[in-house]
């Protein structure tokens, strides 16, 4: 048997909002690699070895898809979302760059949805215009990065995602997040919490930097921050697909 290494998302959480071409690398899997929640997800079949393991194992989880691959096996390593966005994918090519007797094998990287465009779904149009994403967490990078990207990405008014918002060991740094953003934006610029989304703990709100505190996000938030255009359509949000009214 020829052995492989597949890096799958899973989406946002809802098992319909799995792509087909996920749905049948794990049929195919012989083995299952990932964080303890994403691999409970998978349902035990015989011929089937689930491994899971904790967040921060991700190289040690990548080496292992590796050996697995290498004996023959086909690995499948699951993440949440898309797992080329802050997910293993990356950290897959970390270890192989490190592993280079494994360069030969076979790898494929298959897309999901990511929290982020799930939750701009829900809200509506957000996105719609020039968006990017940052990862608030500062477990691979300091804190000062985190600070001064947000800031460029202000003063390009750019619409943001942000994950990874706001943990237990990290309880006060959202909030200077959100101070930040206060003196670049002002308090008027609107600001969503999407909390486990297409979950059934789902939970959309949306305010005003003015209004927005920092206990409206824990990990299962996705916070999305509008540009200078992004405005509200009843309940919905958007953000126009022109640069008119943009800073």
Not at 51 to 77: F, K
Request: include cysteine.
């Amino acid at each position: 048997m020829t052995g492989s290494v597949t890096v799958a998302g899973l989406g946002p959480g809802d098992p319909h909002l799995v792509t087909p071409e996920v749905t049948a690398a794990l049929a195919q899997a012989t083995d299952i690699l990932g964080y303890v929640p994403y691999v409970a997800r998978i349902a035990p079949r015989e011929g089937l070895t689930l491994h899971p393991s904790d967040n921060r194992e991700e190289l040690a989880r990548a080496n292992h898809a590796l050996d697995l691959a290498a004996r023959g096996r086909r690995a499948v390593i699951v993440s949440s979302g898309d797992p080329g966005v802050f997910a293993m994918a990356s950290a897959l090519f970390e270890a192989l760059e490190a592993a280079p007797h494994h360069h030969d094998l076979q790898i494929a990287i298959l897309p999901g949805i990511t929290a982020m465009l799930a939750a701009a779904a829900k809200l509506g149009a957000p996105l719609g215009h020039d968006f990017c994403a940052i990862n608030l967490s500062d477990n691979l990078k300091p804190f000062a990065l985190i600070e001064h990207r947000l800031r460029m990405a202000a003063r390009g008014d750019f619409a943001m995602g942000f994950y990874n918002p706001r943990s237990a060991s990290r309880p006060h740094q959202f909030a200077r997040v959100l101070e930040i953003l206060r003196e670049e934006y002002g308090d008027d610029r609107l600001i969503s919490f999407a909390r486990a989304v297409s979950t059934p703990q789902e939970t959309i709100t949306t305010v005003t930097l003015g209004e927005a505190r920092p206990e409206m996000a824990d990990m299962r938030t996705l916070v999305i921050l509008g540009n200078s255009a992004t405005r509200r359509v009843g309940r919905w949000v958007y953000t126009p697909r022109s640069a008119q009214g943009a800073a």
